[in-house]
């Protein structure tokens, strides 16, 4: 699995991920397993600022900036 954190020509920095995980962790729903090209993670982006994040084989925790 892979996570990039992406910033478009709007300035929007927003998290995208691809990969293979059977748990689950993509962040793009529990039922996707799989996906082959980045796809955009489905949360607002305006409010929420990431500014850590942790992958595992089973789990992913990201850290927003206001706690």
């Known amino acids: 699995m892979a996570l990039v954190q992406v910033k478009n020509k709007d300035g929007e920095v927003y998290l995208m991920s691809a990969g293979k995980n059977e748990s689950g962790v993509l962040g793009q729903g529990k039922e996707v397993k799989e996906?082959?090209?980045?796809?955009?993670?489905?949360?607002?982006s305006k409010k929420t600022k990431f500014v850590d994040a942790s992958l595992y084989d089973d789990h992913a925790m990201a850290i927003d900036q206001d706690g």
């Open 35 to 44: 996906c082959k090209a980045f796809q955009k993670l489905d949360y607002d």
